[in-house]
């Protein structure tokens, strides 16, 4: 099993900036790649940035680009999502998810999730 856990979120005003941060551990595995997704209120879980793990190829959605980076660190097997510029819309719950291989199978892991909450 794999233990995915996010940190970082919290309470901004509109215009400032948070970093998340989210950790894979467990039984040994090999990383494929993680991203970030968030769910607001009453609305469906949307993606929101994604780095592989080789060659840390970044994907972002429209909506954060120039303003959101991920970043990841190999050794801590760890990624983080820089949020600037942020606005009461990105207000939503931050789920990290990992896509790892254990023994040659592909598997999909999500943390608990960390709160966002821009005032405006």
């Known amino acids: 099993q794999v233990q995915v856990v996010e940190s970082g979120g919290g309470l901004v005003q509109a215009g400032g900036s948070l970093r998340l941060s989210c950790v894979a551990s467990?039984?040994?595995?090999?990383?494929?790649?993680m991203g970030w997704y968030r769910q607001a209120p009453g609305k469906e879980r949307e993606f929101v940035a994604a780095?592989?793990?080789?060659?840390?190829?970044?994907d972002y959605a429209d909506f954060v680009k120039g303003r959101f980076t991920i970043s990841r660190d190999s050794a801590k097997n760890t990624v983080y999502l820089q949020m600037n510029s942020l606005k009461p819309e990105d207000t939503a719950i931050y789920y990290c998810n990992v896509l790892v291989t254990i023994a040659t199978i592909l598997g999909s892991y999500w943390g608990q999730g960390t709160q966002v909450t821009v005032s405006s």
């Open positions: 780095i592989n793990w080789s060659g840390g190829n970044t």
């Open positions: 467990g039984r040994p595995f090999s990383t494929y790649r």
